[in-house]
């Protein structure tokens, strides 16, 4: 997850950053001997930050993946009427 964090902080907001790193020392503060429901609820934050890294390489791959979708031109399809005449 730290390696994932600073591959990718260039694409997430300050907050979305700290909120992230802030679960991070959490988790790595919590005590693998500590009650299974305090287990479950860091994994899940872990999760959760996961996702949200996800997203922000999601949303930027997305806008400049994008337009290429879009480029291609009328050019490239063949109208089979104007063949025929």
Do not use: C, F, R, W
Request: hydrophobic share 30%; glycine share 6%; net charge negative.
């Amino acid at each position: 997850m730290t390696k994932n964090l600073g591959e990718h902080s260039d694409k997430l907001d300050a907050a979305t950053k700290e909120e992230i790193q802030k679960v991070i020392d959490e988790a790595k503060k919590l005590d693998p001997n500590s009650d299974v429901e305090a287990l479950k609820a860091q994994t899940q934050a872990l999760s959760n930050a996961a996702m949200k890294i996800g997203q922000a390489m999601y949303q930027n791959k997305g806008s400049s993946g994008g337009s290429q979708a879009d480029n291609t031109t009328d050019a490239e399809t063949v109208d089979h009427d104007d063949k025929k005449k």
